[in-house]
């Protein structure tokens, strides 16, 4: 009723390869938008910015740069929070040792080394294929995290191997409330999931999703293995050495070498597997499952108090949430985007379905 | 029902902040417990004894002059980032806010140590944290009450130095160092090196990478320098997995000395009898003939409640969480002599902590002596002086094998100033006078 896209007409390529070809959904969207940016700091607390929303939103950034690489170009990783860390670090010490650069471009020089590490160890990607290519990347997850923990350099010879983030200055202006620091994280990440539609849409998007399906018939119609899967890994990395540099500067504030251990690398690659494998969206819903429900649990259990042992409690919370990973994947393999996509298919009709 | 859900979780959410209470008597602790995650052994242990105690304080003296403690858990499974989350959602709970934080996380005491400092809440870290946080000049809301790792490695060579015979005896002995190689296992390496220069010994660096599991190579090395004494700055399954590599190679036990956090049970009963004679650093003895621990069992126990499985009690662990509760609580009580026997605020609680001295007539009083060191607070030092004392593992429990030992304070003073400094630079932070402070 409300979903019917009769009589929206596409009279040209760009209408039809917009996108967002449904109105509709162009209005959702910009409600959505507008909703984050005006609405949400107008009215949520320190707590839902500071700390749900922009963990949130910088796991998020991960999650799609992992799902490009593992999603659209087929090549599965176990790296991510590495690079996390190789953006984080970065961009500590750019702010370090060269101060006069502004905090954005800090962020991109940080994706940009993360990038050029993300090629790196994408290297064997060009021989290896599938699992065991996903153990091939777990090398970079040991050697980066024990390389900056091992060379003092990378934190600045600080005793324990702690990174702080500097005073976060923008345009001249401190950013120390959450919602600054929130609309900042919101921005960037906006601007870059952005990009990433775009990119997936395009030519480069299509020739990973090529190689995806199939290398040896990508590379027949003529799709250069050695740059496009190389271009996945820079891309993938650059995503995460931005959400990496985020975590450390507007999140936590204060990070080490573990805070991006395999165990983060994991987190990511759970999120883009029950948010939606090959989906933007499904990265924003995975990393929502991922980072909210722990926490949604934790305070259910809070609510029942006393009647329920806090041990138990405790426990239930990572049962319900194992149970509730198995439940979605069995009910969508294909994830929480794909979920959402039948809806949409079902809205169409309803009420009248045939 | 799926909306109902979601409805109702938003609903509880949103609630967590904006239950008022009516009781305005009360002082609020929080408890960022971790019962699941790696290290769940030690948060349910060191929380479970906290919580006991503040619940026998509750029960024998009404709390605080009258003023009732409470708590609530929220749980981090050891992660930074769910820690922040616990923070943020527990610090501004009625009536008067967070007294105090403690993580028992050094990572997420890294992580809230900015937010505290706005949002004027205490963080304590009794035994860990960051080891300059000690001067109070440049970390005004943080508390490394006890001991901090740098002084403590200064203990143990103290006492490989009375073991030796004196500390001059230590001229060209041979100390290995093996440590997990993170930031916690690499924040002695400074101090370890000072100490070599002062005493004339030499120490090797020897990492063990996270977790830990595989020593084979290092303990080779190890074999290779045949050292003296070797210090062990272990972490959880690495600790156990040492003192077997140890024994294979054939190094004697009893002159391995490790940090605290190799020393609670679950660090050696895994290794069985590799581990009998195996020396650690400890604040704390363990036991439960101290009068605290009996309350704790008359107040809490008897009457059916108790947050942890009534066999730990007395675990090292245990009993780090009742030191927990002592300093913590004895922080509001002198907090309460200058602001008034009320319910506090996060700042007011800091300047209890900031004048917290724990004599040996307090120790008396309180039912723990010899279980605790004694301790005074300043303005410059948040450390507040505290003493370490040794322990040898016999096979079935610990046993204390030293007095009380001072930190080499002249040492690690300069290097704490050094440090904090070097950290004012980054952060432009403007050092306090202390001399203002009242």
Known sequence: MFYRECGQFKSGYAADQAIFPILQDKIAMGVLLAVAFIVVPLVATEYWL???????????????????????????????????????????????????????????????????????????????????????TLAAQFFITWGLTRFGWFSNNSASGVITAPRIMMFGYELTSASSR???????????????????????????????????????????????????????????????????????GTVDAQAFDLNRSFEILFMIIIGGVGSILGSFLGAAFIVLLPIFLNVVAGLFGSSLHADTASHFEVMIFGALIIFFLIVEPHGLARLWQITKEKLRLWPFPH | MKNNLLISAIAGILSVGSVVSNAAEEQFVPIPIYRTGPYA?????????????????????????????????????????????????????????????????????????ERTDKDKIPIVSIGYGRADSADGRVFPYVFPLATTYWNQTTTKIKFIGAKEGGMDKLKGKKIAHVYHDSGFGKETIPVLEALAKKHGFTVQHYPVAHPGLEQKAVWLQVRQQAPDWVILRGWG????????????????????????WSGSEEDVIPAGDAAKGFITAAFHPGGKEFGVIKDVEKFVYEKGNGAVDKKI???????????????NTEAIRSAQEHFGKKALTGEQVRWGLEHLTIDEAMLKKLGAEGFLSTMKTTCEDHEGSGKVRFQQWDGTKWNSVSDWITPDYELTRPMVEASAMQYAKEKGVTPRDCSKEK
């Open chain 1, 50 to 136: 500071g700390s749900i929303l922009i963990p949130f939103l910088i796991l998020s950034l991960a999650a799609i740069g992992l799902n490009i690489l593992t999603g659209y170009a087929g090549q599965l990783s176990l790296g991510s929070a590495a690079f996390m860390a190789v953006g984080a670090f970065a961009a500590y010490n750019f702010a370090l040792r060269l101060p006069m650069l502004p905090l954005v471009v800090d962020f991109i020089l940080a994706g940009v080394v993360a990038a050029a590490v993300g090629i790196l160890f994408g290297l064997p990607s060009l021989r290896i294929k599938g699992f065991y290519l996903a153990v091939a």
């Open chain 1, 182 to 252: 929130y609309l900042l994280t919101l921005s960037i990440v906006a601007v870059f999931a952005l990009l990433a539609k775009n990119m997936v849409r395009s030519q480069i998007g299509r020739a990973w999703m090529a190689i995806r399906d199939m290398d040896i018939a990508a590379e027949v119609i003529g799709i250069k293995m050695l740059q496009t899967k190389l271009l996945a890994f820079a891309v993938s990395s650059f995503y995460c050495g931005v959400a990496g540099a985020l975590w450390a500067f507007l999140y936590l």
């Open chain 2, 313 to 327: 009690i007395g675990s090292i662990y245990y009993n780090r969480g009742i030191i927990h509760g002592i300093l």
């Open chain 2, 41 to 113: 052994a030690g948060g349910a242990a060191v929380f479970g004894g906290f919580m006991d105690y503040m619940a026998m304080l509750n029960a024998r003296d009404g709390g605080i002059n009258g003023v009732k403690l409470t708590w609530e858990e929220c749980e981090t499974a050891y992660k930074p980032d769910r820690g922040i989350e616990c923070y943020e959602r527990m610090k501004d709970h009625p009536p008067t806010g967070a007294a105090m934080f403690n993580f028992l996380n050094t990572p997420m005491t890294y992580a809230a140590m």
């Open chain 2, 237 to 260: 399954v690495m600790n156990p997995t040492a003192l077997k590599e140890s024994k294979r190679i054939g190094f004697p036990t009893d002159h391995i000395v490790g940090v605290w």
